[in-house]
């Protein structure tokens, strides 16, 4: 189990501490996505932000464990709020929500699990 445990939050720190920096810098993608869910462009570093503060978080919780648990969970309310963005439109383009969706589930899962809460 803990080979899981440390390797489902690696892998979710590292998506979304991607996805954080291209939110961050600027990068079209993100604005574009933003612009398509109707959300306000002055969000985007926000979100950035949130999802920054996801990965690390991730990662903070092999040291301070609850920690991690509760960064696991914003990470799956911050996806469910993105669900809600899509659907909001219209966008059936869901793969990548589901692919940030499903790690940030996992990484709850395996946090829960890991230490019993």
Known sequence: MFAAYVTVTILGSVLNGIAAVTYLIGHDYPKAQADMKRVPRSWVPVLGTLLAAGALGLLAGFAVPLLGTLAAAGLVLYFVGALLA????????????????????????????????
């Open 86 to 117: 899509h659907l909001r439109v219209g966008s059936r383009q869901l793969v990548g929500w589901s692919v940030f969706f499903g790690t940030a589930v996992a990484a709850l899962v395996v946090h829960l699990a890991q230490h019993r809460w």
